[in-house]
């Protein structure tokens, strides 16, 4: 007797058989009627879509219509990331906190600004009344990023003024997903480790005069305890990937979706969505599983030939996920280099070699160096390439002991920073629902009747 199981499997086959040529639209006619695929320009360029005041990522310039490399800068509200983190460090703080308030609110704080921002933040840091008992804990997810979705969604259940669109109100509404996000993540993963992997539960809070990076590892850890060279070195990876821009994937799904006029929480839980893709935030995770395949796969690390050749396999879809993608390697903006990856490079090194991850990082920087060709050879590419920030994240975190299930996690407790400036930028100055047009190529098909088909 057949298993409803198999009939729903048998029934989904014959559906999924019939129509398989329905979804399929030739090449052709994107070229024939001018489609910008991915909202993209022939040349690589981002087809214009809006003007922004929050942040700016510049990796080429076009000179006399031809499109030209240079060196990768990464600015918030006008400030150079890579002077801000050097700030931070010469003065030996930490610095999300502040850049979080650059994009809110346009300027670096006085002390006193800075003081009373992280007072407020700490007020608004801990979680509904049994928001942890009955939103993370009795819903256990494998995905992480699944499960920061929808407690972003039950957190509107707790808002008192959840639909409210006016300035005051998202302001409050996005401070409050900031500092929200970390514990809902760090706790969500201690449920996970005991949903699905068997380990004991073991849930802490937030605490007061804790900033973000301090108050995850503390979660995070089953010890709660964390050293200031950790917290550090994640601040700095917060920074680095709070803000990049309105037209990544993410960013430009929150303004969309805030274009149609929807609350905080919906916009924020479709660019967390987002952001979960391989082929966006989830581009990390990938990193360090092509590089564990590189390092299992490769007798000698330090051969550059032999390094190559696996790359070269790797390229042509012949080992890892046969994708034909080196992870990390890439980025449609950054074209000599990614200044986000530069800057996690150069303070992620001296840790690297004190924890015992030299020969991982000198590896990391040999696939950063014998890609470039590799690829240009195998798409058949002039342009430059450069390794994004993917490539140097997951290391980064793997140090920190920070499970994989969190990289992409920890990506959109960066963003939401971005998303929510991006958000409140939408609702005051464009003012117009985001709705491009799409070309239908299909033509008028007769009915038929049930008797006669």
């Known amino acids: 007797m057949e298993s409803k199981f198999d009939v729903q499997n048998e029934l989904l086959s014959e559906f999924k058989n019939n129509c398989k040529e329905i979804y399929d639209i030739p090449k052709k006619y994107f070229t024939h009627y001018n489609v910008k695929r991915g909202l993209r320009n022939p040349d690589g360029t981002g087809v214009m879509a809006g003007i922004t005041r929050i942040g700016n990522a510049h990796g080429y310039i076009i000179n006399e219509g031809d499109k030209c490399s240079i060196e990768g800068e990464l600015y918030y509200r006008g400030y150079r990331v890579d002077e801000l983190i050097n700030g931070y460090v010469n003065e030996g703080r930490y610095g999300f906190e502040e850049v979080s308030y650059i994009l809110f609110f346009g300027s670096l704080p006085t002390p006193k600004q800075l003081e009373d921002y992280d007072k407020l933040l700490d007020t608004y840091r801990e979680l509904p009344p049994r928001f942890t008992e009955d939103v993370i804990m009795k819903t256990p997810n494998r995905s992480i990023m699944n499960k920061l979705a929808s407690s972003v969604l039950a957190l509107y259940s707790y808002d008192e003024n959840p639909d409210d669109t006016s300035f005051d109100n998202i302001v409050r509404q996005s401070m409050q997903l900031m500092v929200r996000l970390p514990i809902i993540a760090a706790q969500s993963y201690a449920v996970y480790r005991n949903a699905f992997c068997g380990e004991s539960l073991m849930i802490h809070n937030p605490l007061n005069n804790h900033n973000t990076a301090q108050n995850f590892l503390r979660i995070l850890r089953e010890d709660g305890k964390f050293t200031e060279e950790d917290a550090r070195?994640?601040?700095?990876c917060l920074i680095l990937q709070a803000e990049h821009g309105g037209g990544n994937n993410s960013t430009f799904t929150?303004?969309?979706?805030?274009?149609?006029?929807t609350d905080t929480y919906s916009a924020i839980a479709a660019a967390i969505c987002s952001?979960?893709?391989?082929?966006?935030g989830g581009a990390n995770i990938k990193v360090q599983?092509?590089?564990?395949?590189?390092k299992a796969n490769v007798k000698n690390t330090n051969d550059d030939e032999e390094v190559a050749k696996f790359l070269k396999k790797?390229?042509?879809g012949e080992e890892y996920d046969h994708s034909g993608l080196i992870y990390g390697m890439g980025?449609?903006?950054?074209?000599?280099?990614?200044?986000?990856a530069v800057m996690l490079k150069k303070y992620a090194q001296e840790m690297a070699e004190k924890r015992g991850f030299g020969d991982d990082f000198r590896l990391l920087e040999t696939i950063e160096r014998l890609s470039p060709d590799i690829l240009r050879e195998k798409l058949g590419l002039e342009r430059d390439i450069c390794a994004n920030v993917d490539m140097y994240s997951g290391l980064v975190y793997r140090m920190l002991g920070i499970p994989t299930e969190l990289y992409t996690p920890l990506f959109a407790i960066a963003r939401i920073v971005g998303w929510c400036s991006h958000r409140i930028e939408e609702l005051m100055t464009a003012k117009k629902i985001i709705r491009p047009a799409y070309k239908a190529i299909t033509h008028h098909t007769p009915y038929v009747s049930m008797n006669e088909r």
């Open 233 to 236: 070195l994640l601040d700095l």
């Open 254 to 261: 929150c303004r969309t979706v805030t274009s149609s006029g």
């Open 275 to 280: 952001l979960k893709g391989p082929r966006h």
């Open 289 to 294: 599983e092509m590089f564990d395949c590189i």
């Open 314 to 316: 790797i390229a042509n």
């Open 331 to 340: 980025h449609a903006i950054y074209t000599l280099s990614d200044p986000r």
